[in-house]
């Protein structure tokens, strides 16, 4: 009995813990870290004499990366300018043929005839 007696009272053992890391992927600090590195391994080469710097193909992607967006901004500049040259033919046109004069003059008449002021 005295086992069973004992077992009741002593205290019991603490878990060893819970020791949960989230796992949690950051690519743009990820891809900065990496950034991070290089340039410090660059400045310690550079420092021992034995830096040779990496061109191989960053030219092109950087050219390749802002004629993208230049092209973008060249077709809006494209399109607002036809756009500018259609208004103003249509506003050449309206003002050469004379509708605008008579449209304002027939809303004129009509306005006035309704407000009693003819």
Do not use: W
């Given at each position: 009995?005295?086992?069973?007696?004992?077992?009741?009272?002593?205290?019991?053992?603490k878990?060893?813990?819970?020791?949960?890391?989230?796992?949690?992927?950051?690519?743009?600090?990820?891809?900065?870290?990496?950034?991070?590195?290089?340039?410090?391994?660059?400045?310690?080469?550079r420092?021992r004499?034995?830096?040779?710097?990496?061109?191989?193909?960053?030219?092109?992607?950087?050219?390749?990366?802002?004629?993208?967006?230049?092209?973008?901004?060249?077709?809006?500049?494209?399109?607002?300018?036809?756009?500018?040259?259609?208004?103003?033919?249509?506003?050449?046109?309206?003002?050469?043929?004379?509708?605008?004069?008579?449209?304002?003059?027939?809303?004129?008449?009509?306005?006035?005839?309704?407000?009693?002021?003819?």
């Amino acid at each position: 009995m005295g086992g069973i007696l004992s077992a009741l009272t002593r205290k019991q053992p603490k878990p060893r813990g819970f020791r949960y890391k989230p796992r949690y992927y950051n690519a743009d600090k990820a891809e900065f870290q990496a950034y991070v590195e290089k340039l410090r391994a660059e400045r310690d080469a550079r420092d021992r004499g034995e830096y040779r710097p990496d061109f191989k193909g960053k030219f092109t992607s950087k050219t390749k990366r802002g004629s993208a967006y230049q092209r973008q901004i060249a077709l809006y500049n494209l399109k607002l300018i036809v756009v500018l040259i259609v208004v103003c033919i249509a506003a050449y046109y309206l003002s050469e043929s004379g509708h605008i004069s008579k449209g304002i003059n027939s809303f004129l008449e009509v306005f006035s005839k309704k407000n009693g002021l003819y």
